[in-house]
């Protein structure tokens, strides 16, 4: 299997870098898998698959750690994100918020192709701004009701749906979306048990 592995910062794969040996760069490319540091946030996300993605890879696999809506999730724990919206593509009409597609210009919506059954589903939003205002984060959960927050998750489905490349996303609850409050987070947890994931995934896939 050809495996592209997609993340936001070095800092969410510090122990694959290491277990691997990676060089510190942005792309890498080696025989067992390639590795593509993207940049956070949906443009930098899409600039950089526009550059590398292509249809040599038999899965797009997105990683790193995101915000939890749902307060059932366990923080440090790993979900697979099966779907993912952008939460902001629209237009407000005074107090409501119009999604693209209810405008009809687009799909905001978009779906993981390839499923990991060891782990919980969980419906994701792709995000500009990480939410940490109770109006705001309420209003949110009424128009899409969705468990997890990320600022690139739905930008790669967007991409791999595009070119009909198997995709699927898994993140790391690292925090509760709440008002902003850093002393409950826990990233470093998140990461720890990310890597650990990803490092058995991708040497079981590679054999």
Known sequence: MKLLVVAATKA???????????????????????LLITGVGMTATAFALGRHLNSSYDLVLNVGIAGSFDKNIPLGSLVNI??????????ENHDDFIAIDDLGFGKNTFNASYQLIDLPMAKGITVNKVHGNAESIAKIEQKFNPQTESMEGA??????????IPCAQIRSISNYVE?????????????????????????????
């Open 12 to 34: 969410e794969l510090s122990k694959v870098f290491e277990h691997f040996s990676l060089p510190n760069e942005n792309f890498i490319q080696q025989d067992k898998f390639d």
């Open 82 to 91: 099966n779907t993912d919206t952008f939460a902001e593509l629209g237009a």
């Open 155 to 164: 930008a790669v489905f967007y991409a791999c749906n595009s070119l009909q």
């Open 179 to 207: 008002p902003r409050n850093r002393e409950n987070w826990q990233i470093g947890l998140a990461i720890k048990n990310l890597n650990n994931w990803l490092m058995d995934f991708i040497s079981k896939q590679t054999k």
